[in-house]
């Protein structure tokens, strides 16, 4: 059974004012997306599931869905703020799903076999796609959950032009995660970085530390897990309109829980993604010296 990827795309539309601003980073109109497929088809993956919002799904298709006809099997899975566990409701003045935990959890009924989730906007590299399709195939049954993780150096994720949330890790023995804590409001300084905590506490950081940038190996027991943690955060934080239930929350929840390990599987090559629109030109850049050192085609899909 091919491993499935899960590309999380439900908040495209309102970081880019709709979806039609998506800017193109390749030479013949490719998108971040592109590149991710196309890695992902080279590395074994056997299908994508999109999870999206209903608002945007036929503009979704057009534009980006419609890309990998006959290049492998595409379907859809919708994020949805009253997509709750049984005996929740919507509180009155919310307006925003409930991060990137509920957005996997809109998969459930989508997905069945192991699977990778990435970020729709973020480029990755090859060797990170063909580091945890190796893992996807060859999961141990050793008494706990056997996830995975690709990690990157903090320094070579952040942005020249505006704060980022990352999962901040720590490692055991042979790559195994002890902790990951979400992070946001993580900015570059002249020592490395700094991140704003929820009091307002500023903490230092080196730039060394190994991130998650959102790009997990799961097995379909994760929706279990999901549905049981959902459950117990709505109704200790439900209430509150912007409380976000955050996957590495989940993990590391699970980690300390004995109930799970995470192997952290080192990629060679650089992240980079379009946080903000002042990103774009370097992004352009990387794009263009990959395809001059041969890494990537011309043309992505001929």
């Avoid at 439900?10 to 998108?31: C, F, T």
């Avoid at 320094?155 to 990352?166: A, D, H, P």
């Avoid at 979400?182 to 230092?204: H, M, P, W």
């Avoid at 060394?208 to 790009?215: H, P």
Wanted: contains cysteine.
């Amino acid at each position: 059974m091919k491993p499935t990827l899960l590309v999380l795309a439900a908040g495209m539309g309102s970081r880019y004012g709709g979806l039609k601003q998506i800017d193109p980073i390749g030479p013949n109109g490719e998108i971040i997306i592109d590149y991710s497929i196309f890695d992902a088809v080279k590395a074994g993956f056997g299908k994508v599931v999109f999870v999206i919002r209903k608002d945007i799904e036929d503009m979704f298709k057009e534009h980006i869905g419609s890309r990998f006809e006959g290049i492998i099997p595409v379907e859809y899975a919708y994020q949805q703020l009253d997509d709750l566990p049984n005996g929740f409701t919507v509180p009155e003045g919310r307006a925003k799903p409930w991060g990137t935990g509920h957005a996997i959890y809109a998969a459930r009924n989508v997905v069945t076999e192991p699977f990778a989730v990435i970020n729709a906007d973020d480029f990755y590299g090859e060797s990170a796609y063909k580091l945890i399709s190796q893992k996807l195939n060859n999961i141990t049954n050793s008494g706990i959950e056997d996830y995975s993780m690709v990690g990157f150096v903090l320094s070579n994720t952040l942005s020249e032009n505006g704060f980022v949330s990352r999962g901040v890790c720590e490692l055991g023995s042979d790559n195994i995660l002890t902790t990951v804590v979400e992070r946001t409001n993580i900015v570059k300084t002249e020592n490395g970085a700094e991140a704003t905590l929820e009091n307002g506490d500023k903490l230092s950081l080196t730039g060394n530390e190994v991130v998650s940038m959102n790009f997990w190996g799961f097995t379909p027991s994760l929706f279990n897990h999901l549905e049981i943690m959902f459950t117990e955060f709505l109704s200790k934080r439900g209430s509150e309109l912007k409380s976000e239930f955050y996957i590495p929350f989940v993990v590391d929840e699970l980690i300390q829980k004995g109930m799970a390990k995470v192997e952290v599987l080192t990629s060679k090559d650089s992240w980079f993604g379009v946080t903000y629109p002042e990103d774009k030109e370097s992004v352009v850049k990387s794009v263009r010296e990959l395809i001059e050192s041969g890494k990537y085609p011309q043309k992505l899909f001929k």
